[in-house]
């Protein structure tokens, strides 16, 4: 990995942990997670976690981030999180088009263009996730696939500095089933990544863009990631929720 990047490692909880669970996991973080590696570290909860978290991880070297956010910025939007209430609770970061809410909540390209730009906005930084599915890994269709996902999402979607925004390459088939994509599978489609964003961006903007591999990622198998030249961190789901298996992985991230 070229050394101006910072290594980026991000939990994505889920729909994991009430508040008590929240503040209990927060708080062995805030104790194990090493302060000064030159790793950045995010924890994104469940909405209703976020403003615990927050006040756990205070003063920490942990950052948080929301798994949602919805475009507009107040009114009858029953159920939905500006960006305005995320800014209130600190978060830095938003992950948006996580296959998840695609696939169960039909969410769309268009619908991530605009959680981008309005996250973009309001000084929160996406966690843009785009993957493909087995089928479409299969017809060899991958990469195809993907760099049209970050064309659609990311239309029109300006920045002016490379901290702006970051990419996670999630494919589908790896994601909770225990199956890794190899490091090589990974770099293939983070540098076809990156060279879309080179495309949008510019080279210099997207030479400094994090781009995260998630996908059953864990202390075990992050260090072959990392040692891809286009995987800039990792977007974790399961170990995310054992603070020793994430501070492992901070720590070898940090190495
Ligand atoms: P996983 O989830 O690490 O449990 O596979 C990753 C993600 O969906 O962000």
């Known amino acids: 990995m ?30 194990k997670v090493s302060a000064d590696n030159g790793v950045e570290v995010v924890v994104c909860p469940p909405t209703i ?13 942990i950052k948080l981030g929301a798994q949602n956010v919805y475009w507009e910025a107040s009114g009858a939007y029953t159920g939905e999180t500006s960006c305005a209430m995320l800014k209130s609770v600190d978060a830095a970061y938003c992950i948006i088009g996580h296959s998840e809410r695609r696939d169960y909540f039909h969410e769309t390209d268009a619908d991530e263009n605009k959680k ?23 017809a060899g269709e991958h990469v195809a696939f993907v760099t049209a996902q970050i064309r659609a999402g990311l ?26 994509a190899t490091a090589a599978d990974a770099q293939e489609v983070c540098g076809a990544i990156r060279a879309t964003l080179a495309e949008i961006y510019g080279e210099e903007l997207a030479g400094g863009i994090r781009v995260l591999y998630g996908g ?5 198998n992050i260090a072959g990631f990392l040692a891809e030249e286009d995987v800039d961190g990792a977007l974790v789901g399961g170990a995310s929720l054992k603070a020793d298996d994430f501070a492992a992985m901070v720590e070898k991230a940090g190495e």
């Open 216 to 220: 059953s990622a864990k202390p075990e």
């Open 116 to 138: 981008a730009r309005a996250l973009i906005a309001a000084g929160i930084t996406p966690i843009f996730c785009c993957g493909e599915s087995l089928e479409t890994r299969e």
């Open 49 to 61: 976690d976020l403003a615990c978290t927050s006040h756990k991880i205070e003063g920490s070297a």
């Open 155 to 180: 239309d029109g979607v300006e920045i002016d500095s490379a901290d702006q925004l970051v990419i996670a390459y999630e494919p589908i088939w790896a994601i909770g089933t225990g199956k890794t």
């Open 2 to 31: 070229p050394s101006n990047r910072t290594r980026l490692i991000a939990g994505n909880w889920k729909m994991n942990n009430d508040v008590p669970a929240a503040k209990e996991l927060a708080s062995a973080l805030v104790e």
